[in-house]
């Protein structure tokens, strides 16, 4: 499938403006929409692939920057440790709120968009695993995809380390996909352990997976890059989206 990825727009936001990338096939039609989240970093080439990679299988991707406030649009932390220090500071800078609006105004962007036939996921790595679940409260979001989110245990994302996303987990509509790394240091088992014990309590549906891998194995840079892996866990994805997006 012939894919557009040059597409970009700057969503007013805060006195500012939210930069908004856009992954879809270039042919006509109508697709169901995904908001894609980015790690800390925001819109790096291993982003981009992994946005051009769910558009091929036939869904209108956005991936917003989420820092925005802080950032010039198009800026891109490198993955180093300076961009890794400046990602973690920026994600306890920004409120949990104002993550939370900056959902509201890509999904809006997605629903409306004229490639986009209404049906809404969202997928998200690391942070943008725990951005992805936020984006899910939602009512209009019908599946999420989640890849080693980090603070949900916890409890620590935003300005004043203090989220509510495992209390509002009683909210939730959509179907999730949870895929950790045992081996990842950023959630332990005991945290895996309250996340799922929290979605048994409120009866949420969801799909579990734990695979032998380090935090980010899906990115295709680096030594934690697990292709097979790779392969299965974005399958275990859009067979989700796949039966979910299709519902009328």
């Known amino acids: 499938m012939i894919l557009r990825s040059d597409e970009i727009d700057d969503l007013p936001a805060d006195g500012g403006v939210m930069r908004v990338h856009w992954f879809r096939p270039a042919g006509e039609g ?26 091929g299988q036939g869904y209108v991707v956005a991936v917003p920057e989420v820092y925005h406030e802080y950032e010039v649009p198009g ?21 949990v709120a104002a993550f939370d609006a900056d959902a509201t105004r890509v999904l809006d962007a997605l629903a409306t968009h004229p490639s986009c ?49 495992l209390a509002r987990m ?17 959630v332990p088992f005991d945290g895996r352990e309250a996340i799922r014990a929290r979605l ?20 295709d840079e680096g030594p934690r890059y697990d292709p097979a892996l790779f392969v299965a866990a974005t399958g275990w994805a859009l067979s989700l989206f796949g039966r979910m997006l299709a519902r009328r």
């Open 30 to 55: 109508r697709y169901p929409g995904l908001v894609l989240y980015s790690e800390i970093y925001q819109v790096t080439a291993p982003i981009r692939r992994l946005a051009a990679y769910f558009a």
């Open 75 to 95: 800026t891109v932390l490198a993955y180093d440790p300076a961009g890794t220090d400046r990602g973690n500071a920026l994600k306890v800078a920004k409120a």
């Open 117 to 165: 036939n209404g049906r809404l996921g969202t997928v998200g790595v690391c942070l943008g695993g725990h951005l992805a679940l936020r984006a899910a409260f939602d009512v209009r979001v019908s599946a999420a995809a989640l890849f080693y989110p980090t603070d949900i245990h916890s409890g620590t994302l935003g300005h004043g380390r203090s989220d509510d996303s």
């Open 170 to 186: 009683a909210d939730l509509k959509a179907e999730t996909l949870f895929v950790f790394g045992r081996q990842d240091p950023h």
């Open 200 to 219: 048994e309590a409120v009866g949420a549906r969801y799909e579990w997976h734990e695979v032998n891998a380090q935090h980010a194995f899906l990115r």
